[in-house]
């Protein structure tokens, strides 16, 4: 079974500086997919970025990386410069091995609040 | 080009009614999942189609069912409605959905928000 982790529930940051989201997983499969979505209050989820899981280099698209260690299970999402618009829900999610399709598993989500 | 639409955006039923949610995928994209957010549960998977078949199923109970037409667009309904099933159903689309490499993004709509009173 796969499970993501995100320990933080919510988090203040101050507009202009950077924010580290925590994401955990735990699965057997060797290919993975792990991914970020943002849910503003609207509720739409929208992508942010990827990361396969045999890719070496971390991924970034713009103000968003992700750091991702292998070895340790986390895939932490990275925002620099944070601006008001960031604040949403974001959401680590996993999608598995050949068994589990397109099925994407989520965390719980960690609620960012960005202050001016 | 147009993005993952589903309708309707709200909704209101009362329990033991049946209700039905559609779902249209970008278009070219051949899979559609289903997933249930609820403040208790989280996000939770229900079901993914493609090509018209159910390819994977969450587990929920059978009052949850859905299909695909040919045009990929999609549809899941649920019957006797309970109050635990209020809840903000979203559908994501993605294109191949064949092939294993997990680049293939999932993008979603913006959710139909179901109250069951």
């Known amino acids: 079974a796969q499970k993501i982790t995100q320990t933080q529930p919510g988090m203040f940051v101050q507009e202009k500086e950077a924010v580290t989201l925590d994401c955990t997983y735990d699965t057997s499969d060797q290919s993975y997919g792990l991914f970020w979505y943002k849910q503003p209050s609207s509720g739409e989820m929208i992508f942010l970025i990827y990361?396969?899981?045999?890719?070496?280099q971390n991924a970034t698209e713009g103000r968003y990386s992700l750091n991702f260690q292998k070895a340790r299970k986390s895939a932490n999402l990275v925002i620099s410069a944070s601006q008001l618009g960031d604040s949403a829900m974001y959401f680590c999610?996993?999608?598995?091995?050949?068994?589990?399709?397109?099925?994407?598993?989520f965390g719980g989500g960690t609620r960012v609040l960005v202050k001016p | 080009k147009a993005g993952v639409t589903q309708t309707p955006r709200y909704l209101i039923k009362t329990r033991g009614q049946q209700v039905t949610l559609s779902c249209s995928p970008i278009?070219?994209?051949?899979?559609v999942s289903w997933y249930q957010q609820t403040p208790g549960q989280g996000l939770q998977f229900l079901f993914e189609y493609f090509s018209e078949t159910q390819r994977n199923k969450g587990n929920f109970p059978g009052r949850f069912s859905g299909r695909q037409f040919s045009n990929s667009r999609s549809e899941m309904n649920v019957s006797t409605l309970e109050l635990g099933d209020s809840a903000l159903y979203l559908c994501a689309s993605s294109g191949r959905g064949t092939s294993m490499e997990s680049t293939d993004t999932q993008y979603f709509g913006p959710g139909t928000r179901l109250t069951v009173l």
């Open positions: 999610a996993m999608r598995g091995g050949r068994a589990a399709g397109n099925k994407l598993t």
């Open positions: 278009s070219g994209h051949r899979s």
């Open positions: 990361q396969g899981s045999y890719d070496e």
